[in-house]
């Protein structure tokens, strides 16, 4: 398709004006593209030489005037559909397409339907995204929500364009806050039976402790009360860990996550793995004690200073783990790992990139996402979500609330490095002025017009490749050809936010489509009395429909028929 026909040619010129000279900076991922506001600045329009000037210490016009050049010199541009390229104010690019070009577009949406849009651009590379990973210590909270819709979302675009995608789960089952959940639970199992001993003040001290505490009550009776408590702890640590483990897979099945694998930490020293990768490392020679200490250099990697791996008491750190385990994914062939974390782990990414690299690996290979907190909003003031003081909303309150398409669509609006309000009672409204009911209510109004179509003896699912172009010449609005233009922008929307990791694209994207969908049902008449004129304005509509439902199933998002 064209737009995507665009951003070759422009990557094309790039590599070309970088290889003779005329530029330094390589092309980047991806290419931004707009649809202008006015025809008169075109079909397409891109600030791609306006974000390369300061860079490249080149005025943006000279540099669009380069790429134009070689736009058109490019073999590509024939078969592009590409009537003219202008340049216009500080250096935007503006290309101007053929008319053929939007009958094609819609004649190619009825006839790939749901695969339109999806690429083979993966070839079949096996992809990881490691996401959610909580610690098994409490129920899921909101900005666990964040990281399961994100991850969740990036893996359906991956898979989109054709990457072999695995989805895991890292599980944090031992060390110091699964022994303290333990006591926790322990000394709260104790409470049921009228004895009484304080919770640690480092200890965990919501209410579902209890919870936990009456499960093992029920199952097994008073049969800890008696002995010591170190000879209980060990039961009730891993019996609190699969107890909630249980509740966290419950409550991402209920939001629609399905993992491939969860991963157990315990499983690295089972195995010997965590002995093994540090064995490897001190090959490498970036091993050391200090202090009675052993340490990773990875400052010799690109960290701001060295690590510590086993304690001077012969514990080892979380650290240690995280090394064994990316050499495990690495070892089971991935051809690229993606980690999503929150944000409470930016300043583990540095380390961890600079321990692959000391064990051999492309740290290239492994990509790392760290997305911003989530502030839930009740009467304008943020809840606290606090897991150990049990002050926290959790996931399920909110899907409760809610509904899960309305919390994936919400999580998935801004990009995951920013911070995101959530705001309940907007999610929870059935107007304009809640996104996903904007969006999904384009889907559902759509339906209803095929309804009516079908009502009225017109069959709309079997005209569009019927549909001959002076018939598509008809849809000739402005409003119509602003539709046609954005349902031409799709592929290269779901491209872009494969390559940079952004799903938020789609839901702005939606937006975009959902707003001009629902205006031109206001201006203009879909089921007319011209047959000809119905038909190519079904065919329109329709390709709006397909659209929209495969990019809200990219989202993990339902599409109703009826609202």
Known sequence: MTPTTIEMLLKDALLTAQKSGLLKAAPPEAIPLEVPKSDAYGDFATPIALSLSQAEGCPPRKIAQYLTDLCKTSALFESSRIDKIEI???GYLNFFLQDAYWHLCLQAIHREGSNYGRAMVGNGKRVQVEFVSANPTGPL??????????????ARLLQATGHTVEREYYINDIGGQMALLGQSTYRRYLSLYGRTLPLAPEGYHGAYIADIAKVIREADGDRYLSGPEEAHLTFFTSQSCKILLGWIKRDLEQFGIHFDNFFSEAGLYANNEVASALALLRTKGVLCERDGALWVTTTRLGDDKDRVVVRSNGEHTYFASDIAYHRNKFNRGFDRLINIWGADHHGYVAR??????????DPGRLHILVHQNVSLLRDGKPVPMSKRSGEFVSLK????????????????????????????????KTSQE?????????????CSIMRMAEAAGVKPDSTPDN?????LLLLKFPEECALMKQLALYPSVILGATEALEPHRLTFYLQTL????????????IITDDAR???????????????????????????????
């Open 533 to 563: 004129l119905t038909q190519a304005r079904l065919a329109l509509v329709g390709a709006v429909r397909i659209v929209v439902k495969t990019a809200l199933d990219l989202l993990g998002v339902r599409a109703p028929e009826t609202m």
């Open 141 to 154: 909270h909101v900005a666990h929500g964040r990281a399961a819709a994100l991850g969740d979302a990036i």
């Open 514 to 525: 959902a707003g001009l969908l629902h205006r031109y049902y206001f201006q203009r008449r």
């Open 467 to 471: 549909v001959t172009s002076d018939v």
């Open 397 to 428: 309150e909110v899907i409760s609330e809610v509904g899960v398409d309305a919390a994936r669509f919400f999580f998935l609006m801004r990009r995951s490095n920013t911070a995101l309000d959530f705001d309940l009672e907007l999610a929870k």
């Open 352 to 361: 961890v990139k600079a321990a692959v690299a000391a064990m051999g690996e």
């Open 434 to 446: 809640n996104p996903v009911y904007y969006v999904q209510y384009a889907h559902a109004r759509l």
């Open 88 to 90: 216009a104010g500080p």
